[in-house]
């Protein structure tokens, strides 16, 4: 099995190299190295006598076994953010296809979505969306779909199999709790939901010399205040997590001081109820006005399909670590749809989307096993 993950992991660097930008990894949605990695993990799959095709979505897939027969979904998305590493995502797909090649009793269908990362058109999950139907979308993806080759009439013949039993995505953890507990996987229970806000501080810009502390009205000092107390309040609610990732202070001059300052805010957790609460204190200690851009609900994974891959890493011999994921990813759209479970691995250094993103073979071989030994429990229940 090592010499496997040792392959997988070499392909994920092959494919690292089918890019837009010389010399990085970016691959956008239905960009032109996209051909190339379909033609890559097309002759792969074929060569392990696996159906191959690209749907209208641009998504590539492969079926292993009987096309009548209850088949689980394992996948990921092929797609990057701009200068990404080499594994976000793609080394879901490579797992996928590897366990297809061990040659399981059940069917197994290997997908890798064109799109997650929402880069080309500022609308992320096109591929998993065109799975369950969401693909109302017009120009210009409609266009881009087109200029691919496509054609995005035929969108609807996306949707998944009518007998599919599951849906599987393995993930590297894109942060840094496994590698602070010394495990290589972690069992995900729940996709966390986010609220994201952009907050405007409203002050009066004057001269920063002439005008003395107590006459004046700093929106930077209101906002830098706030930014304060949301730390404050984050640190203190286990599992809350809580951002001011952006600041625009105007008229941003030194002389001057701040009249106005637009700020971000990012709130996540596991359970909607203490989301909520949370943004309820934070915009209510924030002298601002608030628009809301972003309310997604947290996504459960399947309680029967969790606990097999549970107990699937048990059999490994690798402690069972049960945990959230704080990004969203594929299974998050997919999961009230089709029952999902999803396994990360261990990021060193917690680093992703960036050119250092790295995965340890000893880990991707605990998956592979984990993998394994999670299809055989499918193969008894459905073969």
């Not at 969203?328 to 990360?344: E, K, N, R, T, W």
Request: glycine share 10%.
């Amino acid at each position: 099995m090592r010499a496997l993950a040792e392959d997988v992991i070499r392909r994920c660097r092959d494919i690292a190299r089918m890019t837009e930008v010389p010399g990085e990894t970016t691959r956008t949605f239905l960009s032109p190295p996209m051909r190339d990695v379909h033609e890559y993990l097309g002759a792969w799959m074929r060569g392990l006598r696996m159906q191959v095709h690209v749907d209208a979505a641009g998504n590539i897939r492969g079926l292993h076994g009987d096309p009548s027969k209850p088949r689980l979904m394992i996948g990921s998305h092929l797609d990057t953010v701009p200068n990404a590493g080499a594994f976000d995502g793609i080394l879901g797909v490579v797992i996928g296809i590897a366990l297809a090649g061990t040659k399981p009793h059940m069917a197994l269908e290997v997908i890798g979505f064109s799109e997650e990362e929402g880069v080309r058109f500022g609308k992320p999950f096109l591929g998993s969306r065109a799975l369950i139907g969401a693909t109302d979308w017009g120009d210009p993806i409609d266009e881009a779909i087109r200029a691919f080759g496509l054609d995005p009439a035929e969108l609807p013949a996306a949707y998944y199999a009518p007998r599919t039993i599951g849906y599987l995505e393995f993930h590297i953890e894109q942060g840094p709790v496994l590698e602070q507990l010394d495990l290589p996987l972690g069992v995900v229970e729940a996709i966390v939901g986010q609220s994201r806000y952009m907050l405007t501080f409203e002050g009066k810009a004057n001269h920063a010399g002439t005008t003395p502390m107590p006459l004046r009205h700093d929106a930077l000092v209101a906002a830098a205040k706030w930014v304060c107390e949301v730390d404050r309040y984050a640190r203190e609610h286990d599992g809350l997590v809580a951002t001011v990732g952006s600041l625009h202070v105007s008229p941003n001059a030194g002389n001057v001081i701040p009249g106005e300052v637009r700020a971000s805010l990012d709130v996540r957790h596991a359970r909607d109820n203490q989301r909520h609460r949370a943004v309820a204190h934070l915009l209510s200690r924030a002298d601002a006005k608030a628009g809301l851009l972003l309310d997604q609900a947290a996504v459960n994974m399947d309680e029967a399909l969790t606990a097999a891959l549970a107990s699937a890493v048990n059999a490994t011999s690798y402690p069972v670590h049960r945990m959230p994921s704080g990004a969203g990813h594929d299974a998050m759209v997919i999961a009230p749809h089709i029952p999902s479970a999803m396994l990360f691995l261990r990021s060193p250094g917690g680093i992703s989307h960036h050119p250092d993103e790295l995965v340890l073979a000893g880990d991707v071989e605990a998956a592979l096993f984990a993998g394994t030994e999670f299809l055989s429990q499918l193969e008894a229940q459905y073969v």
